[in-house]
Structures are given as structure tokens and as C-alpha cells.
């Protein structure tokens, strides 16, 4: 089977490792371009999220590279994204392309389903269930090693003294832990990877302001969707915290759900699921204020509901808990330069509120 799957951030290293050890060819989707997008909106819905736009290019894509098989999640709940393989599967067939499509629905909701279609992988290159666990560890390990060293990169970035020097020991990082085979080269990739990370020339007494990040997971988690927004405010001298990554959401939703802390933090605003990230983006900024971050960032696609909704409440949230907010919605129109400046502007915004909080507080302090 030649197999090829969405790409959302660095996760596509972790994937391949997967597929390949599971005995198939691997199709690595080539990073989200204009390209994608161009062919997302040619062939989609016009008012679909902008996930699905990317989603359709990417499929494409990699059916042209020569992939016949497609894995992709499922979902559940008010978000439309539980409809998106289904829908993808019969545009992609229209098209006129030949492939097999397996959507992963949640295992614990579909038992069943989910280990029939994990049959259909495993059975064609004989592997046993026990090899399967064994690989998906070392699948989830690379994932780990992969998300603990991209946020060790956020949190170098705003102190780099070469502007950019982290974004290359980080790619450095990332071909690194590529090559990483077995259990033990995964483990001692980490281990290099830090001290490339730690050897970037940072000066140590700048005191970033902190902001947290916030939104609909893929355009969070995809650099092409969100203009790597991450890497703009650190070179901003911004230390920023990002809400997901894949392995916390995937313990969070997957196997079993511990996600209340968040969930209670936005009660008082929201008391009912919406689906998506919705409830998440209010949760987390409550935490980010209650955890004296100086700013958060909210990324939205245009059209996506659970976000629409969420946006509509931040700012009672931002009021309530003197926490700024800035919420970007992203479309096909969005561009970088646009996004600079705004993030620019608020970076600017969050210096002069620290002033004067610390002027305040020498003031009262006596200091
Ligand atoms: S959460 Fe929003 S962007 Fe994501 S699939 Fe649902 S509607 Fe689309």
C-alpha cells in the first residue's frame, strides 16, 4: 500500500515512522504551499473552514505523488469536521482519483469500526497486533520527542542573540529525529536535540513578555495556516505558549478524557460543549490570565463556529481578568505582512501595559 495521511506540523516524521514500519510506502505530504491552498479552494465548498480547503490540496497532492490509500480522523460532535472524510472522499472521487480512504472514528465510541480498519492496514504486510503496539510506541515516543523539542524551541526563540539561529538548530532537530530508528535512537535523539537547542547564543537577562496561544487545533498546529506565527512573535522577543500539541490533545480526547480543568475554567462564560476547540479557546485563557501571561492569541478560521462563538465571549473573558486578547481569523486573503503588523501592534500594547503595571507597583511598593 502506498499510504499518505493530513500533514498538521511536524507530526508527518512521527506518521511516516508509522506507516513505514507497519511495512507500506510511505507518501509524506509535501508541506501546505499556496499550491495546496489554490487546489483546496478550486475544488471545495466555498464556505467549508479552511482546513478542509488544505485538507482537499493536500489529498490531491499526495494522490498525485501515487498514494492509493488515505488515513485520516473522524470526529464527533456539533463541529462539521466529523463529516470532512466522507465529504473529501466523494470530491476526491469525482475528480476521478482511485484510492481507498480510512477514517478513524474516536475507538472508544467505535470500537469495532476503528480495529476493522486497523485490519486493513496490518493485513496485507502480516504484521501481529503485538508488533502493531510495538511500533505505535515508538510512533508516540517520536511524537513526544518531536512536540517537547518544538517547545523547547518557543522558549529559546525570544532569547536567541542571532535572529533565526533557533529556527535552523531546530530544523537541524527535526532531520535528526527523522533519522532516529529504534526506541533507543529515538531516546538519544531528544537527548542531542537539546543540547543543539541549549547551544543557540541566547541572552539570558531579557525578560520576554509571555503569551499564550489559543484556537481551532489544525490551524494552531500547522505553521503554513497560522503564517508561523510562533516564530514571528519569539523574534518578536515574545515567549509563547501554545494550548495544544498533538500528544497532549490525543492523551486529552482519545483514550480517555481529562480535559475538566479546562472545561471548568470556562463555565462561568460557556456551559456547554460547542464542539471543536470552542470551549477550549475560553478555558485556556482563563488559565493563561490566572497564570499571569501577558497576552493571548486567539486563531480562528474563517467560518469555523466553535471559534465564532468563543470569539464572541473573550471579550468579556479579557475585561473580567484584565488579560488582552487578540483574535485572528484566518482565510485564503490572510497575509503575512497584515498579520505582522498586527502582532507587532499588540506586542506593543503588552510592553505598555507591563509599564505601567510596574510603575503602579514601585509606586505603592515604595521600590
Ligand atoms: S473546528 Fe472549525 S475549522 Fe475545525 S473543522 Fe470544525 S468548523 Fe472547521
Redesign the pocket.
Known amino acids: 500500500m502506498k499510504v499518505s495521511f493530513p500533514r498538521m506540523g511536524t507530526s508527518y516524521i512521527a506518521f511516516k515512522h508509522l506507516i513505514e514500519h507497519l511495512g507500506h510506502e510511505c507518501v509524506v505530504p509535501p508541506a501546505p504551499s499556496s499550491k495546496t491552498l489554490n487546489l483546496g479552494v478550486k475544488y471545495s465548498p466555498e464556505f467549508?473552514?479552511?482546513?478542509?480547503k488544505v485538507l482537499t490540496g493536500t489529498y490531491i497532492e499526495a494522490l498525485e505523488m501515487g498514494a492509493d490509500t488515505l488515513i485520516t480522523s473522524g470526529?464527533v460532535g456539533p463541529?462539521?469536521?466529523g463529516l470532512?472524510g466522507m465529504l473529501h472522499q466523494k470530491i476526491l472521487k469525482n475528480l476521478g482519483y482511485d484510492f481507498e480512504m480510512l477514517v478513524f472514528e474516536p475507538p472508544l465510541l467505535y470500537l469495532v469500526d476503528f480495529v476493522t480498519k486497523l485490519r486493513k492496514i496490518l493485513k496485507p504486510a502480516k504484521i501481529s497486533w503485538r508488533r502493531f503496539y510495538k511500533e505505535l510506541k515508538a510512533a508516540w515516543q517520536k511524537l513526544m520527542v518531536l512536540d517537547d523539542v518544538e517547545i523547547l524551541s518557543h522558549q529559546i526563540r525570544p532569547y536567541e542573540l542571532h535572529k533565526g539561529s533557533t529556527t535552523i538548530a531546530f530544523n537541524k532537530c527535526l532531520a535528526l529525529i527523522d533519522r532516529a530508528d529504534s526506541p533507543d535512537e529515538i531516546a538519544r535523539s531528544k537527548e542531542e536535540c537539546i543540547e543543539i537547542l541549549n547551544s543557540v547564543p541566547q541572552d539570558k537577562s531579557r525578560k520576554p513578555l509571555r503569551v499564550g496561544i489559543i484556537g481551532?487545533?489544525?490551524?494552531v498546529l500547522e505553521p503554513f495556516m497560522n503564517l508561523e506565527i510562533e516564530k514571528t512573535l519569539g523574534e518578536l522577543g515574545v515567549s509563547t505558549h501554545r494550548s495544544i500539541y498533538l500528544t497532549q490533545w490525543a492523551r486529552n480526547n482519545t483514550i480517555i478524557n481529562t480535559e475538566g480543568g479546562i472545561r471548568k475554567a470556562a463555565y462561568p462564560y460557556l456551559k456547554r460543549m460547542i464542539?471543536?476547540?470552542?470551549i477550549n479557546s475560553l478555558g485556556e485563557t482563563v488559565l493563561y490570565a490566572k497564570n499571569g501571561f501577558d497576552g493571548v492569541v486567539q486563531i480562528?478560521?474563517f467560518?469555523?463556529?466553535?471559534?465564532i462563538v468563543a470569539k464572541s465571549i473573550l471579550p468579556r473573558v479579557s475585561k473580567d481578568l484584565n488579560i488582552p486578547v487578540l483574535s485572528l481569523t484566518i482565510d485564503e486573503q490572510t497575509g503575512k505582512a497584515g498579520l505582522q503588523t498586527r502582532l507587532e501592534a499588540f506586542v506593543d500594547l503588552l510592553q505598555q501595559k507591563r509599564m505601567m503595571e510596574e510603575n503602579v507597583y514601585a509606586r505603592f511598593s515604595g521600590n
Open positions: 467549508a473552514c479552511i482546513p478542509f470526529g463541529c462539521r469536521a470532512y481551532e487545533i489544525y490551524v464542539g471543536g476547540h470552542g480562528a478560521p467560518t469555523c463556529i466553535p471559534e
